[in-house]
């Protein structure tokens, strides 16, 4: 049964770089869209970008709003998945969530069917 | 961009009821590329269909989504205690960016 968790720092100071990690377990990464989002405490969702690992090597894609300060990573490891975030400011405060995107038949995806249980994440000197 | 307005922003129904939930566009959804989630507090979102009417693995028959264009419904046919919560609509039609409305949050009355 696959399984994703997340981790990484809760407090983060303004202007440094948010760093968390997914980390899959149960199954392969490959064949699918790996995901990061974002909930500030009481909020709705925001997605932050992903990366995908059904052709050859990873590919990336980011919310156009956060684009300039958003890195995912391709992960050697193949079982983890990071989220960069870089110049934070208190605003970036949220519970992030990483989850899975799978593909239909066609090719098409951007659904999400697994999440991890999300990490809050404190901006805040 | 494209914006997703849910309504009503609460219902409050009683267990046995049903729930008619309403997801509206800013603009056409290509192939009906619209999910929805339920999200219960401190849990992760749980995927409940996806491609406007698809139900997602495990998800009970008395979840079914409808629409297109740009409205879509989510319908609990007959309430259970566990189904309270918050529930999101979702587009993926829009490669560029992918978009959620506000939620609605379901009540018991």
Redesign the interface.
Known sequence: QVQLQESGPGLVKPSETLSLTCTVSGGSMRGYYWNWFRQPPGK????IGWIGYVHNGGKN?F??SLKSRVTIPEDTSENQFDLRLSSVTPADSAVY?C?RAPT?YEG??????L????ILVTVSS | EIVLTQSPGILSLSPGERATLSCRASQSII?N?L?W?QQKRG?????LI??ASNR??GIPDRFSGSGSGTDFTLTISRLEPEDFGVY?C?Q??S?????????TNLEIK
């Open positions: 709705g969702l925001e997605w894609n919310n156009p969530y989850a239909d098409s995806f951007g659904w999400f069917d999440w991890g249980h999300g | 192939r590329y999910a989630y849990q992760a979102p749980r995927l996806y491609g997602a693995t999101y979702q993926y039609g490669s560029v960016m992918y978009t959620f409305g506000q939620g």
